[in-house]
């Protein structure tokens, strides 16, 4: 069974040449991001697109893609989602991904309401949880002591933040 998973999200264009920005959502951009690889899109009528060029500028992927050879071609591609498919049988769990975590009720341990998930800032030391909350936006480390429990079924998250966490934008 194949499926896909989101690679980059490209943002905006870099320079004159067709470069573009990227958000990088994989665990391994030098194996991913080589010239001549190729990625379906989201959306589907802007791919496949085939990379041209990369490099790392101030800790910024910038990529080129064939037959986009300028900042206006490169500024079409602008929040494009570049999609990798894994044919592979592989059970191992790959983590979540923003799209599947969007919108999800998140909670206390005690089942009070916090607020929802507004956005997964995938970093590459450590992720983080944005959740919008009454008060505003608060950013929760993404890792299993402070998130012990993703219910897909009910949409929920639990979120166990240590004391201050929470009052930290305040």
Known sequence: MSQSFVAARIGKPHGLRGEVTVQVHTDDPQG?????????????????????????????????????????????????????????????????REEDLLGFEVVLPDGSALGTVSALHVRPVQDLLEVRTTRGEVLVPFVDELVPEIDEEGRRVVVDPPPGLLELGE
């Open 32 to 96: 991913r991001f080589v010239p001549g690889a190729t990625f379906a899109t989201d959306p589907p009528e802007r791919g496949p697109l085939e990379l041209r060029g990369v490099r790392v500028h101030q800790g910024i992927y910038l990529l080129a893609f064939e037959g986009h050879p300028d900042r206006t071609a490169a500024e079409a591609l602008r929040g494009t989602r570049l999609l990798v498919v894994d044919d592979a049988e592989d059970e191992e769990d790959e983590g979540w």
